[in-house]
């Protein structure tokens, strides 16, 4: 990321804030109650979550400051923005159907499809900068226990 002047740096900040933003908001909106829910053995501390969370979606947001940066006008790039963008709704499309609606069942189909997605998001980044790529992989990483953590929730809630 060396060569960039002031209006990148502000660019990239903007990235990482409006990540960070509408990845945030569903849980300010539908909160994040664990009340009602029936923890497995390896669930975390919660202080974990907004965490990794915020650091997340701050690597998401240099990554798809990364992508941007090619160029909005190649169809590639194009390709690649629209793969973050359905990750994204996916994403904030999780929180409240969790905890808003207390509903482990439908949140793991719907944390499945991000899984999908999020692994369609790093092919279509890799396409145009394999470090924008590489920004993702802590995601899945978090993604795929957060999937396991979903299903152990619903097997024990049902």
Known sequence: MAGLDARDL????GFVVGVNAVGAAPSLVAGA????????WFFPPTIAFPVVWTLLFTLMGVALFLIWRRGAGR????IALGAFAVQMALNVAWT???FGLQAPGPGLAIILALWVAIVATIAAFDRVDRRAAALLAPYLAWVTFAAVLNYAIWRLSG
């Open 33 to 40: 109650d664990t009340s009602w829910i029936e923890e497995p």
């Open 96 to 98: 409240p159907v969790f």
């Open 10 to 13: 502000l660019v990239l900040a």
């Open 75 to 78: 169809r590639d790039v194009k």
